[in-house]
């Protein structure tokens, strides 16, 4: 929106009545601008000379000096067609002018046009790293589909996810859908879309014809609201109707599982923008708050494992009743939530995606100086740091350690990535009172003056993790697009220059979102630093097979089942690099692979003398001919890579095999860009080779009456029933 000044810039450049007047004028006030950049004025000088836009630019190039012309050329090269349109856009950003998200969109649609889908694809996630109105996405609605729609982009490595995804809503949701998308492409996720006919819920369910049953999805989000209970100011029996409206959702959701076996994600419902009945719809038995209330608790409650409930009424809360209910919308639209919520609103759905498909994030590593404490602790020393009580910095840089502290002990790993020195770095945590967090929270403590991209990738190696997984927080905006260049796997937040809401941004990002929570979550900051103690232990041993010996390796196979199906499935879609097939699976498709008849699943447990490293390896074998299997999955966690483990997975297919009567097994190994760890296994265990395509080699080996022992170093503690391969 124009303010008055740029109100009197753009009568004084309509009183022009040649391209040499304007110019003058521009010229003008570019020399008042200077180098404090200003997008909203050179962007009334852009509209001014867009009908003259060739010339324009020739004029604008020689007289380039700072961001402002920077950005002015830029604008012109669009408006004139000019093949050097991203070099202009290139120079505009290398000045170090705050990327807006439109600049960053105007920047991908040249590059889209010069042929460069890749890089506008890596444009429009930075543009979506920090939130944007509503406003953005119909404008990146066409380049987005473009881009999702091109085969190579699909088959190029970049998506690392494929997704059905159905949409079925009681109110509008087109609008919705092109947020989904965008975000999809943010987050590295080939999706396809099926829009559900408006307020045909149990239509599209429940009809066995029915577009979605066509479509076969693997998420569906239920997208209700409150005016789909038709509840009146006052239920007389509150018990009944609860129950009701409950009962009714399950069905749909168990028959979502039965027919594809796909994940659901429901909305809990909102709340009425008014109420007629106020504080008495809260307080009273049967009020409508109340009740909606009580009917969002009863559905979390019953909520199977396959399915979520989102938590609308807290993106109410977030996104404020003004922006949330717009009543015109919904009166002529029938579009429910307003527009300037529905981003809000697609995060956190996204969110749910994210988790389901498993590319939760895993990492959160941290710069330090002016980050986890106001200060720097080389210069100003422990006394000059402000940290805790007696600041608001103090006490918001503390307000994200308590956070952080939150994040690790539900399994999230924290780490260190800093530019100073070592026993500076470490000294807050051993020696200042306020601080929160200590030497023995951090998985990874990177502190030297090395480039930090290379130190992301070390820490990265050090966790057997991927760089996907990492969230890089950091003050320093410079470091921030410097890693962001070299390491476009890693997510970082552009946060602002005041840390008092960086807690707030973090949150609500949903980094770190998941839907369940293992023994193995709450357990893995003390694996890792078990793990550090097994290193200290190889770096002594002699040999390989002395260090084998002297962790006393202990291994189980167990069957899939109600306890550990969330970690089964946590371990289907996020495990990359140990992963023969890369297949993903919901909770519910999980289970259909365990009831298959003549099937064998196997989940492994290690352990050893410094701990349990808890469930890390899956087995699915299927039967495809009577005597036959083939295995559909065999996958194993990063961090048991030479423990043999793999060997003693190896052996009990065979026993469980020879134990059933199973006379062959055929494989698959499926290479992707990660898993190249695991591209001879099946060669390196007696497989033979029986065909290759582009996509991937088939093997097949003959099971034995008597299979050997190929795990010297594992004692198998498994359940004679289990081995044998008893349900």
Same mark, same amino acid.
């Given at each position: 929106?124009?303010?008055?000044?740029?109100?009197?810039?753009?009568?004084?450049?309509?009183?022009?009545?040649?391209?040499?007047?304007?110019?003058?004028?521009?010229?003008?006030?570019?020399?008042?601008?200077?180098?404090?950049?200003?997008?909203?004025?050179?962007?009334?000088?852009?509209?001014?000379?867009?009908?003259?836009?060739?010339?324009?630019?020739?004029?604008?190039?020689?007289?380039?000096?700072?961001?402002?012309?920077?950005?002015?050329?830029?604008?012109?090269?669009?408006?004139?067609?000019?093949?050097?349109?991203?070099?202009?856009?290139?120079?505009?950003?290398?000045?170090?002018?705050?990327?807006?998200?439109?600049?960053?969109?105007?920047?991908?649609?040249?590059?889209?046009?010069?042929?460069?889908?890749?890089?506008?694809?890596?444009?429009?996630?930075?543009?979506?790293?920090?939130?944007?109105?509503?406003?953005?996405?119909?404008?990146?609605?066409?380049?987005?589909?473009?881009?999702?729609?091109?085969?190579?982009?699909?088959?190029?490595?970049?998506?690392?996810?494929?997704?059905?995804?159905?949409?079925?809503?009681?109110?509008?949701?087109?609008?919705?859908?092109?947020?989904?998308?965008?975000?999809?492409?943010?987050?590295?996720?080939?999706?396809?879309?099926?829009?559900?006919?408006?307020?045909?819920?149990?239509?599209?369910?429940?009809?066995?014809?029915?577009?979605?049953?066509?479509?076969?999805?693997?998420?569906?989000?239920?997208?209700?609201?409150?005016?789909?209970?038709?509840?009146?100011?006052?239920?007389?029996?509150?018990?009944?109707?609860?129950?009701?409206?409950?009962?009714?959702?399950?069905?749909?959701?168990?028959?979502?599982?039965?027919?594809?076996?796909?994940?659901?994600?429901?909305?809990?419902?909102?709340?009425?923008?008014?109420?007629?009945?106020?504080?008495?719809?809260?307080?009273?038995?049967?009020?409508?708050?109340?009740?909606?209330?009580?009917?969002?608790?009863?559905?979390?409650?019953?909520?199977?494992?396959?399915?979520?409930?989102?938590?609308?009424?807290?993106?109410?809360?977030?996104?404020?009743?003004?922006?949330?209910?717009d009543a015109t919308l919904w009166h002529s639209f029938k579009q429910h939530p307003g527009t300037d919520a529905l981003p809000a609103l697609a995060e956190m759905q996204q969110a749910h995606l994210r988790a389901v498909l498993g590319l939760t994030?895993?990492?959160?590593?941290?710069?330090?100086?002016?980050?986890?404490?106001?200060?720097?602790?080389?210069?100003?020393?422990?006394?000059?740091?402000?940290?805790?009580?007696?600041?608001?910095?103090?006490?918001?840089?503390?307000?994200?350690?308590?956070?952080?502290?939150?994040?690790?002990? &539900?399994?999230?790993?924290? +780490? @260190?990535?800093?530019? %100073?020195?070592? =026993?500076? !770095?470490?000294?807050?945590? $051993?020696?200042? *009172?306020?601080?929160?967090? &200590?030497?023995?929270?951090? +998985? @990874?403590?990177?502190? %030297?003056?090395? =480039?930090? !991209?290379?130190?992301?990738? $070390?820490?990265? *190696?050090?966790?057997?993790?991927?760089?996907?997984?990492?969230?890089?927080?950091?003050? %320093?905006?410079?470091?921030?697009?410097?890693?962001?260049?070299?390491?476009?796997?890693?997510?970082?937040?552009?946060?602002?220059?005041s840390v008092v809401n960086w807690v707030r941004d973090l949150d609500r990002a949903h980094y770190f979102f998941t839907l369940s929570l293992s023994k193995e979550d709450l357990a893995r900051a003390e694996q890792y630093r078990s793990e550090a103690?097994?290193?200290?232990?190889?770096?002594?041993?002699?040999?390989?097979?002395?260090?084998?010996?002297?962790?006393?390796?202990?291994?189980?196979?167990?069957?899939?089942?109600?306890?550990?199906?969330?970690?089964?499935?946590?371990?289907?879609?996020?495990?990359?690099?140990?992963?023969?097939?890369?297949?993903?699976?919901?909770?519910?498709?999980?289970?259909?692979?365990?009831?298959?008849?003549?099937?064998?699943?196997?989940?492994?447990?290690?352990?050893?003398?410094?701990?349990?490293?808890?469930?890390?390896?899956?087995?699915?074998?299927?039967?495809?001919?009577?005597?036959?299997?083939?295995?559909?999955?065999?996958?194993?966690?990063?961090?048991?890579?030479?423990?043999?483990?793999?060997?003693?997975?190896?052996?009990?297919?065979?026993?469980?095999?020879?134990?059933?009567?199973?006379?062959?097994?055929?494989?698959?190994?499926?290479?992707?860009?990660?898993?190249?760890?695991?591209?001879?296994?099946?060669?390196?265990?007696?497989?033979?080779?029986?065909?290759?395509?582009?996509?991937?080699?088939?093997?097949?080996?003959?099971?034995?009456?008597?299979?050997?022992?190929?795990?010297?170093?594992?004692?198998?503690?498994?359940?004679?029933?289990?081995?044998?391969?008893?349900?």
């Amino acid at each position: 929106m124009k303010g008055p000044l740029e109100s009197v810039l753009s009568y004084q450049l309509r009183s022009q009545s040649d391209l040499s007047g304007k110019l003058a004028v521009a010229a003008g006030t570019l020399e008042t601008l200077g180098s404090r950049f200003d997008a909203t004025t050179v962007e009334v000088l852009a509209a001014a000379l867009q009908k003259s836009a060739g010339e324009a630019l020739d004029w604008a190039d020689k007289h380039a000096k700072n961001v402002n012309s920077a950005y002015l050329c830029a604008l012109l090269s669009e408006h004139a067609g000019d093949p050097k349109v991203c070099g202009y856009w290139e120079h505009f950003f290398s000045l170090g002018a705050t990327p807006d998200p439109f600049h960053r969109l105007a920047y991908a649609r040249a590059l889209a046009t010069n042929a460069r889908r890749m890089d506008a694809a890596r444009q429009i996630q930075l543009a979506l790293a920090q939130p944007v109105r509503y406003a953005f996405f119909p404008r990146a609605e066409k380049l987005v589909e473009e881009i999702i729609g091109d085969s190579g982009w699909g088959e190029s490595g970049w998506p690392l996810r494929k997704a059905r995804v159905a949409v079925l809503g009681t109110s509008t949701t087109s609008l919705l859908i092109p947020l989904l998308k965008a975000l999809c492409l943010r987050d590295r996720i080939h999706p396809s879309f099926y829009q559900g006919l408006y307020g045909a819920v149990q239509q599209e369910v429940l009809d066995p014809d029915s577009g979605l049953a066509k479509f076969r999805p693997d998420l569906v989000f239920l997208v209700t609201h409150w005016r789909d209970l038709n509840l009146p100011p006052m239920t007389g029996d509150e018990d009944a109707a609860v129950e009701r409206v409950v009962e009714e959702n399950k069905l749909l959701w168990q028959r979502l599982s039965d027919q594809f076996g796909c994940h659901v994600v429901q909305h809990a419902y909102d709340f009425p923008a008014a109420e007629a009945y106020g504080y008495l719809a809260g307080s009273l038995a049967g009020g409508r708050s109340r009740m909606i209330q009580a009917i969002n608790l009863a559905m979390q409650r019953a909520a199977p494992s396959h399915v979520s409930i989102l938590d609308t009424p807290a993106i109410q809360r977030q996104t404020g009743l003004d922006r949330w209910e717009d009543a015109t919308l919904w009166h002529s639209f029938k579009q429910h939530p307003g527009t300037d919520a529905l981003p809000a609103l697609a995060e956190m759905q996204q969110a749910h995606l994210r988790a389901v498909l498993g590319l939760t994030r895993k990492v959160l590593v941290v710069d330090l100086d002016n980050t986890l404490w106001k200060g720097i602790i080389g210069e100003d020393g422990l006394k000059g740091i402000q940290i805790g009580p007696g600041s608001a910095a103090g006490e918001a840089h503390q307000r994200l350690q308590e956070y952080m502290r939150d994040l690790r002990s &539900r399994g999230i790993l924290l +780490a @260190v990535c800093s530019k %100073n020195n070592p =026993d500076d !770095a470490r000294l807050p945590f $051993e020696k200042h *009172e306020h601080m929160l967090l &200590r030497l023995e929270d951090f +998985a @990874v403590f990177q502190a %030297n003056w090395n =480039d930090k !991209a290379q130190n992301l990738r $070390e820490i990265a *190696e050090k966790l057997s993790l991927g760089l996907d997984s990492f969230v890089f927080l950091d003050d %320093n905006p410079m470091e921030r697009e410097w890693v962001r260049s070299q390491l476009p796997q890693v997510t970082v937040p552009d946060v602002g220059s005041s840390v008092v809401n960086w807690v707030r941004d973090l949150d609500r990002a949903h980094y770190f979102f998941t839907l369940s929570l293992s023994k193995e979550d709450l357990a893995r900051a003390e694996q890792y630093r078990s793990e550090a103690q097994r290193e200290m232990l190889r770096s002594t041993s002699q040999s390989l097979d002395e260090f084998l010996l002297q962790l006393q390796l202990e291994a189980s196979v167990v069957p899939v089942s109600d306890a550990n199906l969330p970690r089964v499935t946590q371990l289907v879609n996020k495990t990359n690099q140990f992963n023969l097939t890369t297949r993903r699976y919901t909770e519910a498709q999980v289970r259909q692979l365990a009831q298959r008849p003549r099937s064998w699943i196997g989940a492994f447990q290690l352990s050893d003398r410094m701990g349990s490293y808890g469930l890390i390896g899956l087995i699915f074998c299927v039967s495809t001919v009577p005597n036959d299997w083939e295995i559909d999955t065999w996958l194993m966690s990063c961090r048991v890579l030479g423990r043999q483990m793999e060997r003693f997975m190896f052996d009990r297919i065979l026993e469980a095999a020879a134990s059933m009567g199973v006379r062959k097994i055929t494989a698959v190994y499926r290479p992707t860009g990660k898993n190249n760890l695991v591209a001879d296994l099946y060669t390196k265990l007696g497989f033979s080779k029986t065909g290759e395509t582009s996509d991937e080699i088939r093997y097949e080996i003959t099971v034995p009456e008597k299979p050997s022992i190929t795990a010297t170093h594992i004692r198998n503690v498994s359940a004679p029933a289990v081995m044998a391969g008893a349900d």
